[in-house]
């Protein structure tokens, strides 16, 4: 009843930007948090920052300063703006939404599809 979809990803040379994009849709009622996520080989899925359906941010130390996250609600649709990129913050990055449908009890999980963001030294 939602699926989430996610843009903006590619190669970028270090000190650089990108902005990514994930669209909730489907039978959608409500939804409450948004986040991102990334994983990168041999390492951990990790959260990387999450807004609240009122606003407040929070963020990984790592990407503190450097990312911006956001939502609009009226589009249904969270960013992450990616600024000073570093090689380390290579890896496939995931939106993620706790929403309500028609057909859910309450609030569920819904992840992306992913998208890859690689940033060269």
């Known amino acids: 009843q939602v699926q989430l979809v996610e843009s903006g990803g590619g190669l970028v040379q270090a000190g650089g930007s990108l902005r990514l994009s994930c669209a909730a849709s489907?039978?959608?009622?409500?939804?409450?948090?948004m986040g991102w996520y990334r994983q990168a080989p041999g390492k951990q899925r990790e959260l990387v920052a999450f807004?609240?359906?009122?606003?407040?941010?929070n963020y990984a130390d790592s990407v503190k300063g450097r990312f911006t996250i956001s939502r609009d609600n009226a589009k249904n649709t969270v960013y992450l703006q990616m600024n000073s990129l570093k090689p380390e913050d290579t890896a496939v990055y995931y939106c993620?939404?706790?929403?309500?449908?028609?057909?859910?009890?309450?609030?569920?999980?819904?992840w992306g599809q992913g998208t890859q963001v690689t940033v060269s030294s």
């Open positions: 489907g039978s959608i009622l409500s939804i409450g948090v």
């Open positions: 993620n939404v706790a929403a309500t449908s028609v057909l859910t009890l309450g609030f569920g999980s819904y």
């Open positions: 807004i609240s359906s009122g606003g407040s941010t």
